[in-house]
């Protein structure tokens, strides 16, 4: 904030400085194509991913790309994750941590300038309010001066754009949640039982309206937590865009930095123009050093890029480097750049190490599962005739697409006697439980042991649930407990 606006700030007895209507012009250059080439694809996978088709076998949900609450699973091309299996969504959301801080160590917030969705959004809707009411200045003009007939009538084609933009980003998040063509066509023709998706699209359209139209880079500036952290993971060797003040300064207007270099001065090679600012969609002045309003998003390396090419100068005085090079530039030092340090290996190490534990994992797992939980209350009882008896509640998964038998047994316990309530043993005196494919089955089994007690007040026991057609087996881990 300017000493200007910071007295005006404290006259008025705000808190707060008024936000300044940004009005970023539109620019050509590399790090443009580069954003539309990512907003594209972004954009593409989010609206059309939805409706790709996976087979996963009979009676099984063929989309790709699934969250199925009512079943409590969530489908992800091959990979099918259970409610039991929630760590692997934990283990996703601590490698997406881990690529974003690598990201950041190599080439600071590229993930803001590129990839994020506010990112991508707020694009998309200036690239709409452009087509509808034109580049920078004219936009600034129309919205200084009185409202015309035309301009309102613009005002109005634009919001509309940008709600039917919103109202399609909200279409398309539900569809994430059920089968996405059904939905469609429910939704389509008004038929009952999908009010809920009805809500959520109001829910979606309105914050995308509000998000990616009004409050812009508000969102950056002043309500997403990345920049602050950001700014703490930050090291002198992460490459960021910058202006370089070294090949820049002293900064003067193309007349001036001529007539005084002809005179044997020294002029810097930025002449001044501005453009650098003016297509800033954060408002920020690049020339000013690091700012947390930078999203990173190299426009103003492509207009800067521009004016360079006018006046016959070398590109990239703004450019992603170092405020380190800079400065070794300045001293005659040549510059350095060190992708590969300590923190970048230990970034990529770790995400190679659970990246690579998750992978084998679900690549190994079985498709049976069984959880155990003690009874809390009464945590043991003692029967007629001596014997000692815990309760737990069982879950047997069949993860398969084929109905299984399940024996359970126990072990670690010597003459413990397992049965399942409800359940009549069968010849061979083993209780049994079918599962149906892809469910799960809850029972009670009851563990007795008679005869000699263990001296400790808690033995470990383990519950084996054992395929009767394959053989294999799945354990859980629990413990027998004496009053
Ligand atoms: S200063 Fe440059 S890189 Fe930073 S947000 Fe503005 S245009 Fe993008
Ligand atoms: S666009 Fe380049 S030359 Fe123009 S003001 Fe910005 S840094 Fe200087």
Known sequence: MSATESSRTASSGSLYAARKAIYPKEVEGSFRRIKWGLLAFTLAVY???????????????????????????FYFFFIEIWPQEVYYLTGLLILAALVL??????????????????TVWTDLYLSAERWIEGDARE????????????????????????????????????????????????????????????????????????????????????????????????????LNVTFRYDRGEPRMSLKQGLALRAAGGRAGDCVDCGQCVAVCPTGVDIREGASLGCVQCGLCIDACDGVMAKIGRAPRLIAYDTQMNCERRKSGAAPIFKPLRARTLIYAMLILAIGGMMSLTLATRGDARLSVIHDRNPLAVRLTDGALRNAYTVRFANMSGEPRRFALEVEGLDQAEVEIVGVEPDAQGRFVVVVGPDQTREARALVTLRGDKPSAAQTPIVFVSRDLDSGASVEAKDAFLQP
């Open 47 to 73: 609206y059309l991913l939805p409706f790709v088709r996976w087979d996963r076998g009979p009676g099984a949900p063929t989309q790709a790309v699934l969250v199925d609450f009512p079943h409590r699973r």
């Open 101 to 118: 801080f690598l990201m950041n160590a190599v080439a600071g917030r590229i993930w803001c300038g590129y990839l994020c969705p506010q």
């Open 139 to 238: 936009r600034a003009r129309k919205d200084a001066g009185p409202r015309t007939s035309k301009i309102r009538r613009e005002k109005i084609a634009k919001h509309a754009l940008w709600l039917v933009i919103a109202w399609w980003t909200g279409g398309a998040w539900v569809l994430y949640f059920a089968d996405a063509p059904t939905l469609v066509h429910q939704l389509a023709t008004f038929q009952p039982g999908v009010s809920q998706a009805y809500v959520w699209i109001g829910i979606f359209t309105f914050t995308t309206y509000m998000l990616a139209g009004h409050m812009r880079e508000q969102v950056c500036l002043y309500m997403c937590p990345w920049p602050r952290i950001q700014a703490a993971l930050t090291d002198e060797y992460a």
